[in-house]
């Protein structure tokens, strides 16, 4: 599913009207009674809506009718004069007045309302066209609204915030506790930076044209179910374990036994023909213990890893969850770098070490998948001043090394050679625990064993699993999933997506 620019979502919006064909009066009614329908849902108080004179206030001003037809107790307030609506925006001001409705007209400040704390607010003042900051009389609504502690829904998008771009903290933003928005996230509301003003984000669709959407050129998408289950193959009922490949996984030290029980428990069952961890001699009782299907070499060190083994029989390598940063295992990730002929996933500490020495990140083979978090990143290739310069940074990056890079994060972004993002669209906080990581790293490990692509692996490892964490939250609670159960969900999710 395509991520579309503001100016693409207009576009959707013409071709919908034209090729329905439907009126853009009417397509704003079905988008208008998707928002009614949630916000019944959402509150039984006093409304009071804040519309714009453009479309986005057009849509709360159909909201308002909706809500007074159902008997609520609604105050309508419109930002701007009578004289400077759209189109559509007039025509739903004319249908309340049909109704006998007050409106207000907020013209200078002195006529900003007073609103109480028990009251829901609508922000229908500006849409996702919005590109410069707020100002005026729109900025002091916008104001009045974030200091009052009443609930706020946002329409299509908080108003002040930038759809396409970051939007600098000194611009005046509504605060939503949800916003309602239409047919697709827009791709601000991927990142952490803008989650205090978009609330619980809740996707409407209102019918727009989805075939032409998905024509329009995007180098962003969103994985969904869809997605994955083009990616993922059956099983050959004639297949052995020599048919899906054989993964090592370099893991584990004094005291993060854990980081490789993980990893190789993920690797395992997400299909992997053969899994094997290499780890310090230390840690053998406890992988065959923990994990008895995977096989184990161990270094000569007891604590850490200091030696490749021989690398030849493997089809991907997985290394870094719980690997430290020793001097000797710096040595031994650049080593790695130089002799491994299979694909790499590199993950956690094997990033540590490769940050710690950058001249490394010269030796990457291409396709080879990272996947850090975001201080790892920042470590390998440095600060940034915002989430949407981080991943300008991170497609710069992924194109310069020719590498996939995974961002983990709550819309984790894999970046590809090519310039390509993917917005995972699963999983839940639940995942934000020590161990999440590891599994992870052996699913996308696993794939790639068997003969997924680079960028294949890891937009399907991803998003299994944070489906898997989906499903385990499911039974039990973001508190409480840990990432052992994670692996124990994976099967249910892949059966799902296969529909077996």
Same mark, same amino acid.
């Given at each position: 599913m395509k991520l579309l620019t503001a100016e693409q979502f207009r576009m959707a919006d013409a071709y919908t009207i034209q090729h329905e064909p439907i009126s853009s009066v009417n397509l704003m009614e079905r988008a208008a009674t998707r928002c009614y329908e949630q916000i019944t849902n959402i509150t039984n108080n006093t409304v009071c809506v804040f519309a714009g004179t453009g479309n986005n206030g057009g849509d709360g001003l159909a909201i308002a009718r909706m809500l007074l037809k159902s008997g609520r107790d609604v105050r309508i307030f419109i930002c701007g004069r009578e004289n400077s609506m759209s189109a559509d925006c007039k025509t739903n001001y004319?249908?309340?007045?049909?109704?006998? @409705?007050?409106?207000?007209?907020? &013209? %200078?400040?002195?006529?900003i309302p007073e609103i109480t704390p028990d009251s829901t607010v609508i922000d229908a003042m500006f849409g996702t066209g919005l590109n410069k900051p707020l100002e005026g009389i729109a900025a002091s609504v916008a104001q009045k609204i974030n200091h009052q502690t009443c609930t706020v829904v946002s329409?299509? =998008?908080?108003s002040g915030l930038f759809a396409d771009e970051h939007t600098p903290p000194s611009c005046i933003t509504v605060k939503a506790d949800y916003t309602l928005t239409f047919q697709r996230l827009k791709r601000c509301m991927l990142f952490a930076e803008n989650a205090l003003n978009t609330g619980q984000i809740m996707v409407l669709n209102i019918g727009l044209n989805e075939t032409y959407m998905d024509s329009l050129p995007s180098s962003f998408t969103l994985t969904d179910d869809e997605t994955v289950k083009k990616i993922l193959l059956p099983r050959k009922k004639f297949s052995h374990k020599g048919t899906y490949g054989h993964a090592l996984l370099l893991a584990g030290s004094k005291g993060k036994a854990g980081a490789a029980v993980l990893a190789a428990k993920g690797c395992i069952r997400t299909g992997a023909g053969l899994s094997t961890a290499y780890i310090p001699d230390t840690l053998l009782t406890i992988m065959q213990t923990a994990v008895p299907e995977a096989m184990c070499i161990t270094d000569r060190s007891t604590d850490y890893l200091t030696t490749l083994p021989d690398l030849s029989s493997y089809t991907a390598? +997985?290394? +870094?969850?719980?690997?430290?940063?020793?001097?000797?295992?710096? &040595?031994?990730?650049?080593? #790695?770098?130089?002799?491994?002929?299979?694909?790499?996933?590199?993950?956690?500490?094997?990033?540590?070490?490769?940050?710690?020495?950058?001249?490394?990140?010269?030796?990457?083979?291409?396709?080879s998948i990272l996947t850090p978090h975001?201080?790892?990143?920042?470590? #390998?290739? +440095?600060?940034?001043?915002?989430?949407?310069?981080?991943?300008?940074?991170? =497609? @710069?990056? %992924?194109?310069?090394?020719?590498?996939?890079?995974?961002?983990?994060?709550?819309?984790?972004? =894999? %970046?590809?050679?090519d310039g390509k993002c993917h917005y995972n669209t699963s999983g839940n906080a639940g995942l934000a625990k020590g161990g999440s990581g590891d599994v992870l790293t052996g699913i996308i490990t696993s794939l790639r064993a068997q003969g997924y692509s680079a960028e294949d692996a890891?937009?399907?490892?991803?998003? !299994?699993? +944070?489906? @898997?964490?989906? !499903?385990?939250?499911?039974?039990q609670s973001e508190y409480s999933i840990t990432a052992s159960e994670v692996t124990d969900f994976s099967g249910k999710a892949i059966r799902m997506l296969m529909g077996r």
């Amino acid at each position: 599913m395509k991520l579309l620019t503001a100016e693409q979502f207009r576009m959707a919006d013409a071709y919908t009207i034209q090729h329905e064909p439907i009126s853009s009066v009417n397509l704003m009614e079905r988008a208008a009674t998707r928002c009614y329908e949630q916000i019944t849902n959402i509150t039984n108080n006093t409304v009071c809506v804040f519309a714009g004179t453009g479309n986005n206030g057009g849509d709360g001003l159909a909201i308002a009718r909706m809500l007074l037809k159902s008997g609520r107790d609604v105050r309508i307030f419109i930002c701007g004069r009578e004289n400077s609506m759209s189109a559509d925006c007039k025509t739903n001001y004319l249908r309340l007045k049909k109704l006998n @409705a007050p409106v207000n007209f907020i &013209t %200078s400040e002195k006529n900003i309302p007073e609103i109480t704390p028990d009251s829901t607010v609508i922000d229908a003042m500006f849409g996702t066209g919005l590109n410069k900051p707020l100002e005026g009389i729109a900025a002091s609504v916008a104001q009045k609204i974030n200091h009052q502690t009443c609930t706020v829904v946002s329409i299509d =998008i908080p108003s002040g915030l930038f759809a396409d771009e970051h939007t600098p903290p000194s611009c005046i933003t509504v605060k939503a506790d949800y916003t309602l928005t239409f047919q697709r996230l827009k791709r601000c509301m991927l990142f952490a930076e803008n989650a205090l003003n978009t609330g619980q984000i809740m996707v409407l669709n209102i019918g727009l044209n989805e075939t032409y959407m998905d024509s329009l050129p995007s180098s962003f998408t969103l994985t969904d179910d869809e997605t994955v289950k083009k990616i993922l193959l059956p099983r050959k009922k004639f297949s052995h374990k020599g048919t899906y490949g054989h993964a090592l996984l370099l893991a584990g030290s004094k005291g993060k036994a854990g980081a490789a029980v993980l990893a190789a428990k993920g690797c395992i069952r997400t299909g992997a023909g053969l899994s094997t961890a290499y780890i310090p001699d230390t840690l053998l009782t406890i992988m065959q213990t923990a994990v008895p299907e995977a096989m184990c070499i161990t270094d000569r060190s007891t604590d850490y890893l200091t030696t490749l083994p021989d690398l030849s029989s493997y089809t991907a390598i +997985g290394a +870094g969850p719980g690997l430290g940063a020793q001097k000797q295992t710096i &040595t031994l990730v650049g080593e #790695l770098l130089k002799q491994a002929e299979c694909p790499l996933i590199l993950d956690a500490d094997a990033l540590n070490c490769i940050s710690m020495n950058k001249k490394l990140l010269r030796q990457l083979p291409e396709n080879s998948i990272l996947t850090p978090h975001p201080k790892e990143f920042e470590r #390998l290739f +440095g600060k940034c001043k915002n989430d949407f310069e981080r991943n300008e940074k991170q =497609i @710069a990056a %992924s194109v310069k090394y020719k590498a996939v890079i995974v961002l983990k994060g709550a819309y984790t972004c =894999i %970046s590809t050679k090519d310039g390509k993002c993917h917005y995972n669209t699963s999983g839940n906080a639940g995942l934000a625990k020590g161990g999440s990581g590891d599994v992870l790293t052996g699913i996308i490990t696993s794939l790639r064993a068997q003969g997924y692509s680079a960028e294949d692996a890891a937009v399907a490892g991803v998003y !299994l699993h +944070g489906m @898997a964490a989906d !499903l385990a939250v499911a039974q039990q609670s973001e508190y409480s999933i840990t990432a052992s159960e994670v692996t124990d969900f994976s099967g249910k999710a892949i059966r799902m997506l296969m529909g077996r």
